[in-house]
């Protein structure tokens, strides 16, 4: 059984049962993967500018933190998702 990246309407963990890793679903969870750890390093970057930037004001600190929120709870499932972490 693989984790997939996404949840169902109800929140609620998805899951994918094959043996074909090439299979268009499993495809598709490997594209919105590469898509989230993309997002992650580039929402990494920009809140580390907003860190050392003495000048950013509150609403630039709450919003790369909301971001930087977002793309780990997406690396952590990965993680989960791939047998690399436990939730």
Do not use: F, N
């Not at 630039?60 to 990965?78: F, N, T």
């Amino acid at each position: 059984m693989r984790l997939l990246p996404w949840t169902g309407a109800d929140g609620k963990p998805c899951y994918l049962s094959t043996d074909d890793p090439d299979s268009l679903l499993s495809r598709l969870a490997d594209d919105v993967e590469a898509a989230q750890l993309a997002s992650a390093e580039a929402v990494l970057a920009g809140a580390r500018a907003v860190m050392h930037d003495p000048k950013a004001g509150e609403h630039a600190v709450r919003c790369a933190l909301a971001r930087a929120v977002e793309s780990l709870g997406d690396v952590l499932r990965i993680a989960v998702g791939r047998g690399d972490g436990t939730r």
